[in-house]
């Protein structure tokens, strides 16, 4: 979730040495002997939620006072922990690491804050620091108009991550346009969260259906219905709800209030206290990962998973030849396995067969682009006068007369007039290797990639096209012919283009995935039986780093208490 939407918030208010590459030699992260009889768990995707799962999986089992051994393997298609939580550097330099993924997080987000506490991590970061000079830090626009600017802060105490906001000034402002909207919006976002909460303890916890959970809290009231539809019951006005409420679920989910869920809506209002790792959120799942498995194997993709029949337990198949020539590996097996990584993207063969494979869903295609330049953002752009009136970062939203027809819409067709869903004036660089005029290092979250001409009309840059293209929508433009690597090095100074299948589109359901696969074998059995796991079903109903890694320490939990329940079964029967 993107910074720039903790000023909505507030609107209401409100090194690891033994990891193992695909070109590198293995050695375990704990240089112990296992003990007899060791349970092995296998974790594919070392993301939120196989992170979590392997730190809490060891939090249980010593909690339990479980007295097996217990391994923990975890394997990645990428070269790094994080999964969609990770940074690049500006430059290529380490001094300026920049979020590529997910961007902050909330206190309430209690796996997460914990974690930083725990392990010591900073977060400290500036979330996002506009220009020294800017008269405007954030501006909502509908492709024609500004409909909502916020004034700069100038006394600035929280370090610039907004979550206090301003003052009563600023909320008398708000009740004046938008009368009781954000009132109500704030009362129904704590009673939703509030619900989300109890699945963090007794006697919700752990649920072994996430679809259960969901309808006995009352939270598929809001997951059934559209954002749009839930305000609506709510009497939150039609122009909060457009200018400001669409906005953060643009910028968040790259979604409009008619496509994505009532719950999803507000949790994208629920952004009070929000902080950020300094250095990067990736480290919080990387200390996870580090300090509980025993092998890690980076850039290993898994590509077959086999359960024995007569013992139960799995053998795998990976594109890594190391981990099957390593001595001591190459006859592996586990006794569970977690697949903490959206079923439809692992390209997993299973043998047995699933009995009901999760079922695949639409992914948000959203394109990231990290750039630097000494330019600001131009006022002509924006149909402005003066740069004084370009704010700092700009969301997007829809004009009254287009938002019925593009409100459900997704992708391409759902962005508008605008062509992005958001730029965001990340920091300036006084101090930089390209320059001795400072770089504006920027963030934009578009629903194509970026082309030349579009960079060049909103900064203002020189620059004909040879391909003749005339549009300044970011989605109208061919980008393969026209690449914003067509610009002056001195205009655009570095840029970093990346595309995420960031999250599913969140469309309203009642349906959600179970933590258990069971096998073809056995298709009735979502006890657990089956010893294989699943996380990230969790998407559906709440995509964000906490949640994956509530679905983790999900998981985690229903194995250690399953394990130790036979345990003490074997213990009675030899009695």
Not at 339 to 363: D, K, N, R, V, W
Not at 470 to 482: L, N, Q, T
Request: glycine share 6%; aromatic share 12%; charged share 20%.
């Amino acid at each position: 979730m993107l910074h720039s939407i903790v000023f909505l918030s507030a609107l209401l208010v409100s090194c690891l040495p033994s990891i193992t590459f695909a070109d590198d030699t293995q050695s375990p992260l704990h240089d112990t002997h296992p003990k007899a009889k060791a349970k092995r768990i296998a974790i594919v995707g070392a993301g939120a939620g196989g992170s979590s799962a392997a730190y809490f999986l060891n939090q249980f089992f010593e909690s339990a006072g479980y007295d097996t051994a217990v391994e923990i393997t975890i394997f990645d298609s990428n070269t790094y922990i994080g999964g969609r939580t990770t940074t690049v550097n500006a430059f290529d330099d380490k001094n300026y690491p920049v979020e590529l993924g997910a961007s902050i997080f909330v206190k309430i987000n209690h796996i997460l804050y914990n974690a930083t506490r725990d392990f010591g991590l900073s977060t400290a970061a500036k979330i996002y620091q506009a220009a020294d000079d800017a008269k405007y830090d954030l501006g909502i626009w509908d492709g024609t108009d500004f409909v909502y600017k916020a004034e700069s802060d100038e006394d600035d105490e929280d370090g610039g991550n907004k979550s206090s906001w301003r003052g009563w000034w600023d909320i008398a402002k708000l009740l004046w346009k938008y009368g009781l909207a954000p009132i109500k919006t704030q009362r129904a976002t704590k009673t939703a969260v509030g619900k989300f909460l109890e699945f963090y303890n007794e006697p919700w916890f752990p649920f072994t259906s996430l679809q259960d959970v969901v309808h006995r809290s009352g939270l598929v009231d809001y997951t059934n219905t559209t954002g749009r539809d839930l305000l609506s019951q709510l009497g939150v006005g039609d122009l909060f709800t457009r200018e400001i409420i669409q906005a953060s679920t643009r910028v968040n989910y790259a979604s409009n209030l008619g496509s994505i869920h009532g719950l999803e809506t507000l949790v994208c209002m629920a952004i009070e206290g929000a902080v950020a790792v300094e250095g990067g959120n990736w480290q919080i799942f990387a200390e996870m990962a580090k300090t509980s498995a025993h092998r890690i194997w980076l850039n290993t993709t898994l590509t077959d998973i086999v359960k024995d029949s007569e013992t139960g337990r799995f053998t795998v198949q990976t594109s890594n030849p190391l981990f099957h020539d390593l001595p001591g590996t190459e006859n592996e097996s586990f006794d569970t396995i977690i697949l903490a990584a959206p079923y439809q993207f692992a390209s997993i063969a299973f043998s047995p067969p699933l009995a009901t494979p999760p079922q695949e869903i639409a992914y948000n295609d959203k394109y990231v682009t990290l750039f630097t330049s000494p330019h600001r953002l131009s006022p002509s752009f924006f149909g402005l006068d003066t740069p004084a009136e370009v704010p700092s970062s700009v969301l997007t939203t829809l004009s009254e007369s287009l938002n019925d027809d593009l409100s459900s819409k997704h992708g391409r067709e759902a962005v508008g007039p605008p062509g992005f869903w958001s730029i965001s004036t990340l920091r300036t660089l006084y101090t930089n290797p390209v320059s001795p005029t400072p770089q504006y290092l920027y963030k934009i979250f578009s629903a194509a990639p970026l082309t030349a001409t579009f960079l060049a009309k909103l900064f203002d840059i020189p620059y004909t096209s040879t391909h003749h293209h005339h549009h300044s929508s970011a989605a109208d433009s061919d980008s393969e012919s026209d690449p914003i690597s067509s610009l002056p090095n001195t205009s655009i100074t570095w840029s970093y283009e990346k595309t995420w299948a960031a999250y599913p589109h969140e469309t309203p359901t009642a349906r959600f995935e179970n933590f258990t696969l069971p096998f073809a074998d056995q298709p009735d059995r979502f006890d657990g039986s089956s010893r294989l796991w699943y996380t990230s079903g969790i998407e559906s109903f709440i995509s964000t780093m906490e949640t994956s890694a509530l679905a983790g320490r999900n998981v985690a939990r229903l194995i250690v208490d399953r394990l130790v329940a036979e345990a003490e079964a074997e213990a009675e029967a030899r009695v």
